[in-house]
């Protein structure tokens, strides 16, 4: 299962990081794709304490939701909300210049998977308390399912 904490896959996401453009077509829900920049970048941030949210997990998020999300073998669902702090359009960080934007993702992704880690990993908002083994594996998914979104 594809992980953060291989080198491999995370160079792989760096690549196609590198592939999304302005032009990058959208294939679902409505966010833009310098919103889903900013997106990432938020939910980055979050994760290592930097941005806060409020939980708005349940029982079933975290002891139902959060296992099959991150290990049954499927692609996420499209179009899934997010907590208003990682969505750009409510309160969420808004898309500002493009190269910008991209330098701030980029650099949130290298802090989240730097080694030693210089940061306490925080709790999910939507799954609640999470492993770092945990946290590496939704940080993988979660950057492949916008990546996706946008064709890369």
């Not at 077509?25 to 794709?33: A, D, S």
């Not at 940080?139 to 990546?147: E, R």
């Amino acid at each position: 299962m594809k992980t953060l904490t291989n080198g491999q896959d995370r160079e792989e996401l760096l690549r196609r990081l590198s592939a999304i453009s302005l032009d990058s077509p959208r294939g679902w829900g409505r966010m833009t794709v310098t919103e889903m920049v900013c997106h990432l970048t938020d939910a980055f941030r979050v994760s290592m304490g930097e941005r806060q949210t409020r939980p708005i997990g349940s029982w079933a998020t975290r002891t139902l939701l959060k296992p099959a999300a991150l290990w049954v073998p499927r692609k996420w669902p499209q179009s899934f909300p997010t907590v208003a702090e990682c969505d750009a359009s409510r309160k969420g960080t808004p898309a500002a210049e493009w190269d910008a934007d991209m330098v701030a993702l980029l650099a949130a992704f290298e802090r989240f998977t730097r080694r030693p880690r210089e940061y306490a990993l925080q709790a999910h908002p939507i799954f609640g308390p999470m492993t770092e083994r945990e946290w590496m594996r939704w940080g993988y998914l979660h950057t492949d399912h916008h990546l996706r979104q946008f064709g890369v």
